[in-house]
C-alpha cells in the first residue's frame, strides 16, 4: 500500500483538499495526479471511489483560481489598440488625397519635358536643396 493511499484512508477527504494552517496556505496532502492513479486503480480492481466529488477542479495558474486564465499583454491591450486604429483611419481619405498631390509631377517647361524622362523629373523634383 502506498504512502499517499494510507493518507487517503487516514485523513479522509481533507487530504485532497488544501488548507489554511495559521494564515499561510498548505498544499493538499494527496496531489490531485496521485489521487487520479489511485481513483483509476480502484476503477480496474472494481472498488468504489468515495472521493469522486471532492477530486479538485480545474486550476489555473498558481494555486486555485476560479474563472480564466489571465491571459497575455496583448490580449488586454486589443481592443484599446482597435479604438486608436478606427481614429486615425477616419481621416485617412485627406491625408492619403495631400499624399497624391505631394508626389504630383509639377508642371514643367517644353524643354525639360523634351530632354528628360519622369524618372528624371521626379528625382529632381523631390531633391532636397543643397
Request: proline content about 5%; hydrophobic content about 30%; aromatic content about 6%.
Amino acid at each position: 500500500m502506498s504512502s499517499a493511499r494510507r493518507l487517503l484512508e487516514r485523513l479522509g477527504k481533507a487530504a485532497l483538499q488544501p488548507s489554511c494552517i495559521g494564515g499561510f496556505w498548505r498544499k493538499a496532502a494527496v496531489s490531485p495526479r496521485l489521487a487520479s492513479r489511485l481513483r483509476r486503480q480502484d476503477i480496474i480492481a472494481g472498488r468504489d471511489w468515495p472521493y469522486s466529488e471532492e477530486l479538485p477542479a480545474k486550476r489555473y495558474g498558481f494555486g486555485l483560481k476560479k474563472g480564466q486564465p489571465k491571459g497575455h499583454k496583448w490580449q488586454k491591450a486589443k481592443e484599446h489598440r482597435l479604438l486608436d486604429i478606427e481614429k486615425k483611419l477616419q481621416d485617412m481619405p485627406e491625408k492619403i488625397a495631400a499624399y497624391r498631390e505631394h508626389r504630383k509631377l509639377k508642371d514643367t517647361t517644353v524643354k525639360d519635358m523634351l530632354q528628360s524622362t519622369n524618372k528624371e523629373r521626379r528625382l529632381r523634383q523631390y531633391r532636397l536643396p543643397k
